[in-house]
């Protein structure tokens, strides 16, 4: 199979790796990429949201297969836009079409379709300018710490949770007057839920699923998980709060529904759903969902996954995955991500990176960097995920920092207490 892969972080180098090693592979292009999927395959400069320079790569290349790693692309419709394509209509595309990714283009959708499915999520509402007032004396209703999301898609931090009702309150004004720009036209406010937080992932055909293994990532940039927001820290799986008792509860009450409801809506919905889920007392929540894996959590999923991953996203493209068997390593994996200095808000970028060779514990995504002269410099706030393997998770995260351990760059950032405390 011809394989074309969009995006650029260390999820997309994490499935860079994984489809090296399919037996069914012939050739794999990641757009743009970055220096650790070049190992790979071959790195095209190709922009994922220009759907005519993609189609023009995919119909010069022969692609068989399209798939799309963050959700921007999604949420603008390449799926859409290659399925009105009768020349491709042969290619298969992982992802979903707009209508299934406003799952998380949308926080005002997704919160009114768990609502329409009686799928739990926490309670809410949703506000824009004209309502600010309503929207206040909503606020008033719930006890703090309160939560705002902005409904639209905002790079991950379109999400803020005030501690008092005046903050509250000023922080609505400020998203409604377009601290968020266009993403927060509209904002959710919604019950705080108090619990433990998990990643779920399943593949779905448009009738059936795959389970993925769960994880847990740590998204504040401190440690004790203090600080801001980031994309994400470091994550492990499994998870030991996830035990099969809250998973059949997962499937029941969560997977089953968002899937028949999609159906039921009319939305055929071929690619990964993540559901970020909150675990209150053994009760599973949705706090959202995504159209697409988490990063870094695919760094520690993709390696615990045995199966072929071209076959598993064949079936995917027949229609055929109640046909698969799924087959789940009983090993545990950590990935601990280091940063550049700054990050999340401003940082440099450029530095050389020494010692990659040298990790011999660790298998070493890259997130945020390129190649220049032969040469791997940092080009990101999050530039390398170190993910180790081992019969449990602290086993695994002693293989993370014994690869971090071997390498350097200036301005170099982690969090040293990743998966401490699970
Ligand atoms: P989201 O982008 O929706 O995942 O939200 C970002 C983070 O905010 C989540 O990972 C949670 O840690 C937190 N969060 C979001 N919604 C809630 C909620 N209703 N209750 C508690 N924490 C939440
Ligand atoms: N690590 C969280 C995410 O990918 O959204």
Same mark, same amino acid.
């Given at each position: ?155 991950? =931090?379109?999400?803020? #949770?005030?501690? /008092? +009702?005046?903050?509250?309150? !000023? &922080?609505?004004?400020?998203?409604? $007057?377009?601290? %968020? ?69 997962? =499937?029941?009450?969560? #997977?089953?529904? /968002? +899937?028949?409801?999609?159906? !039921? &809506?009319?939305?055929?919905?071929? $690619?990964?759903? %993540? ?148």
């Amino acid at each position: 199979m011809n394989v074309l892969l969009l995006g650029s972080g260390g999820r997309e180098h994490a499935f860079a790796w994984k489809i090296a090693q399919s037996n069914h592979l012939n050739a794999l292009w990641i757009a743009p990429g970055n220096a650790g999927t070049a190992q790979h395959g071959e790195n095209v400069a190709l922009n994922p949201l220009n759907f005519d320079e993609i189609a023009r790569f995919v119909r010069e290349k022969n692609v068989d297969m399209l798939i799309v790693g963050p959700e921007e692309p999604l949420v603008k419709g390449i799926a859409d836009y290659f399925a009105l394509q009768p020349d491709l209509n042969n290619l298969i595309v992982i992802g979903p079409k707009a209508n299934g990714a406003q799952l998380e283009g949308s926080k005002d959708f997704s919160k009114a379709f768990m609502l329409r499915h009686g799928i739990p999520t926490a309670r809410y509402q949703s506000f824009s300018p004209q309502t600010l007032e309503a929207g206040k004396a909503f606020l008033s209703t719930l006890n703090a710490p309160y939560v705002l999301k902005a409904s639209g898609l905002a790079a991950g =931090k379109g999400v803020v #949770i005030p501690e /008092t +009702l005046v903050e509250a309150e !000023a &922080e609505l004004e400020a998203m409604l $007057g377009g601290k %968020f720009g266009e993403a927060g036209n509209v904002v959710v406010i919604e019950e705080f839920l108090p619990g433990l937080e998990c990643s779920v992932f399943v593949l779905s055909d448009g009738k059936h699923y795959f389970l993925l293994p769960e994880a847990k990532d740590h998204k504040r940039i401190g440690e004790g998980d203090t600080g801001l927001n980031t994309g994400g820290m470091g994550a492990f799986s499994p998870v030991s709060f996830c035990d099969e008792a809250f998973m059949e509860k997962v =499937k029941s009450r969560i #997977i089953r529904p /968002t +899937l028949a409801g999609l159906i !039921a &809506e009319g939305i055929e919905y071929k $690619g990964f759903i %993540f559901f970020g889920l909150m675990n209150i007392q053994g009760e599973p929540y949705v706090i959202e969902y995504n159209c697409r894996m988490g990063d870094p959590e695919t760094e520690v999923v993709l390696p615990r996954i045995e199966n072929d991953l071209l076959e598993v996203f064949r079936a995917v493209g027949d229609g055929t995955l109640d046909k698969l068997e799924g087959r789940i390593s009983r090993k545990a994996a950590a990935t601990v991500v280091t940063v550049s200095e700054g990050y999340p808000e401003s940082y440099q970028k450029g530095f050389a990176i020494a010692g990659l060779e040298n990790v011999s514990t660790a298998q070493v995504f890259h997130a945020g960097t390129t190649l220049k002269e032969g040469k791997v410099l940092t080009a990101g706030g999050r530039v390398l995920a170190f993910t180790g393997m081992g019969d449990s998770v602290a086993e695994a995260l002693s293989n993370s920092y014994e690869g971090i351990r071997q390498v350097c760059y200036d301005n170099i950032y982690f969090r040293r207490d990743i998966g401490k405390g699970f």
